[in-house]
């Protein structure tokens, strides 16, 4: 009885995570559908009535969306028993849900349809970077099992899915209003940021392309005087550090990843990394080729009919709320829970300074708009440099930098 017991409990388990991801994909595949109807609202040029419901029916299924996220995180929370925050493949899926809760509320204040049209598409590279870090359900290590892993991871990703929101409309500003008729450091710097996103979206392209195809090749490398085995998901261009190839009939990498990279598979994730960017840098060429404009020129005719005061008060109103937040989770919190696991509030782990520097940039941010005046543009440009500083900490520090969070 106690064996059929445990199998059934496996059996129920296993439901739920299939259920999970299953939510997590219908999510994603609902976000993308609601871009489209915010895209083809903006498109509704003098015809109101048409563009209010076709954007009611963008945020309508972002709802639904939102709906299928939270279905994806209270199965998978029921199925390992934690709260889901206690990976890399958690975190960054949960940071996404905030970003669309973030959207939502500025959606249901403001009506600005034209935030969906990026804000959505946002969410989704972040969700679809997700997929880089292993999916498994694994236990936590000790010194995440405590009562402070749901309190201060996702007080941490709020604040950082509100603040990101910040950027979006910061974005949507520049668009708007740089003069796109002459080559300037303005549109090159405009670009450059398109660009980045162009890269981000060609990560979901190429993985897509490789998972559909089924690639897989295995390397066995050495680390901390273990000897691992990591599963490329995609041909080797950057193999792992003093790595050997065991699968058969693969081609053989290009270069080696540094020594440098620290973290767990860090080979698969250079090579991702080089993987996406080669992909967008692909799909940003094309897009110029085929529209024979800058990228910002071509988005440009959507956003002029958004407000850009409107653009700018949401730019700041996400910051003010996004700020506090931000530090109750990534300083306040997070010093309590340190003092609790490691017996100190403070220690320089590179996950703690770059939390600080966020911080120190948001302040900045806030002091240079209230005292200083900045307003407009350059307010504008110091939403997409907060952004930046918040995907180098998701990004560049997990990936290259290693410490006490480097569990994650």
Do not use: E, T
């Given at each position: 009885m106690k064996a059929m017991a445990a199998r059934g409990i496996k059996m129920d388990t296993k439901t739920l995570i299939s259920i999970s991801g299953t939510a997590l994909y219908a999510a994603f595949l609902l976000y993308l559908a609601a871009t489209f109807f915010f895209g083809?609202?903006?498109?509704d040029k003098g015809r109101k009535n048409k563009q209010g419901i076709t954007g009611k029916i963008g945020i309508t299924i972002t709802l639904l969306g939102f709906d299928a996220h939270l279905?994806?995180?209270v199965t998978r929370w029921i199925a390992s028993g934690h709260a889901p925050l206690g990976n890399m493949f958690e975190f960054v899926t949960f940071f996404g849900m905030t970003m669309v809760l973030g959207f939502i509320i500025i959606w249901f204040i403001y009506r600005i349809n034209v935030m969906g049209l990026l804000a959505l598409p946002v969410a989704m590279i972040v969700i679809a970077y997700a997929s880089v870090f292993p999916r498994e359900i694994a236990p936590l290590g000790p010194s995440l099992q405590s009562n402070w892993l749901p309190i201060h991871v996702s007080t941490v990703s709020?604040?950082?899915?509100?603040l990101s929101i910040s950027f979006v409309a910061g974005l949507i500003y520049l668009i708007r209003q740089i003069d796109q008729s002459k080559r300037s450091r303005q549109t090159v710097w405009l670009e450059i940021v398109l660009l980045s996103l162009y890269m981000f979206v060609g990560f979901s392209v190429i993985s897509g392309i490789f998972d559909g195809a089924g690639y897989k090749a295995d390397f066995e490398y050495m680390q901390d005087n273990k000897t691992l085995t990591t599963e490329y998901r995609m041909p080797a261009i950057a193999g792992p550090y003093e790595g050997k190839l065991l699968t058969k009939e693969k081609l053989q990498?290009?270069?080696e990843t540094p020594s440098w990279f620290h973290g767990k598979?860090?080979?698969?994730?250079?090579?991702t990394v080089i993987w996406s960017a080669a992909t967008g840098a692909a799909m940003y060429v094309l897009t110029r080729l085929i529209a024979r404009r800058r990228v910002g020129a071509l988005l440009q005719p959507l956003m002029k009919r958004t407000k850009p005061e409107l653009l700018d008060e949401v730019s700041y109103r996400a910051v003010a709320i996004g700020f506090p937040v931000f530090t109750l989770g990534g300083l306040i919190f997070a010093s309590i829970w340190a003092q609790i696991a490691w017996d100190?509030?403070?220690?320089w782990d590179p996950k703690e300074v770059w939390a600080l520097v966020t911080w120190f940039f948001y302040a900045a941010f806030l002091h240079l708009r209230l005292s200083r005046g900045w307003h407009g543009e350059r307010s504008a440009w110091l939403a997409v440099v907060g952004f930046a500083i918040i995907m180098f900490n998701l990004v560049a520090v997990n990936l290259i930098l290693a410490g006490l969070h480097s569990y994650a």
């Open positions: 083809a609202a903006i498109r279905v994806y995180f709020l604040g950082n899915g509100i990498p290009w270069i598979d860090s080979g698969r994730k250079f090579n100190r509030f403070w220690g």
